[in-house]
């Protein structure tokens, strides 16, 4: 009995798999925009946002059928992330703290696989360059600094086509925020 229901029940995601609509492939050209929930960069009692993570990226179909996989596709493109909060602290009514501000800009590489129907399934990897300044504000504290690092993250996400060229965005990984949420404009392709 229980070898008659896994057979049925692979049978039926077969199937459902085999008839997925492909949402992304070689040619296509998809814009991201999201806002961040979650910061990677300021946590904690004395931290408040400024500008919440925001989050822009292009990405183009690049190859099908990765690995003679059906429908396993690929993704290139780029990231432009941006942040800024602050850290602020009163000691016996003295105000004092830091603004900081943070830009990722990098490139991205996408695997895609549809799984549900109208939902454009994607794993993948950025790669990029972290500018991050401070600048401090408050009595007796003067200064500002700069530096710059590797920026990376890994990333899964989803994009549900509401239309044929519009969609709502999630993705969860370590970048510019935890989560971002937003819409996906899918361009002429091919």
Same mark, same amino acid.
């Given at each position: 009995? @229980? *070898? !008659?229901? #896994? ?7 077969? =199937? =459902? ?8 492939? @070689?040619?296509? *050209? ?12 300021? =946590?904690?009692?004395?931290?408040? =946002? ?11 179909? #690049?190859?099908? $059928? ?6 396993? $596709? ?16 009163? #000691? ?14 990098? !490139? ?9 129907? *109208? ?26 600094? !700069? ?17 044929? $060229? ?13 989560? $971002?949420?937003?819409?996906?404009? @899918?361009?002429?392709? @091919?």
């Amino acid at each position: 009995m @229980k *070898k !008659a229901i #896994f057979t049925i029940l692979a049978v039926i995601t077969a =199937t =459902t798999m085999m008839a997925q609509d492909v949402l992304f492939q @070689k040619g296509d *050209k998809v814009l991201n925009l999201g806002i961040g929930l979650g910061s990677t960069f300021a =946590t904690g009692r004395y931290y408040t =946002t400024k500008v919440p993570p925001v989050s822009a990226s292009f990405e183009m179909g #690049f190859m099908d $059928n990765l690995f003679d996989v059906e429908n396993l $596709n690929v993704g290139l493109g780029g990231y432009v992330g941006f942040t800024s909060y602050k850290y602020e602290y009163d #000691f016996w009514g003295t105000n004092w703290g830091w603004d900081y501000t943070s830009l990722i800009v990098g !490139a991205r590489g996408a695997l895609h696989y549809p799984l549900v129907e *109208k939902l454009d399934t994607y794993t993948g990897l950025l790669l990029g360059f972290n500018v991050r300044t401070s600048k401090s504000f408050g009595s007796g504290v003067t200064g500002s600094a !700069a530096g710059s690092g590797l920026a990376y993250s890994w990333f899964a996400g989803g994009r549900y086509y509401f239309t044929d $060229n519009i969609a709502g965005m999630i993705e969860l990984g370590y970048g510019i925020a935890y989560l $971002n949420l937003g819409v996906a404009v @899918k361009l002429a392709g @091919k």
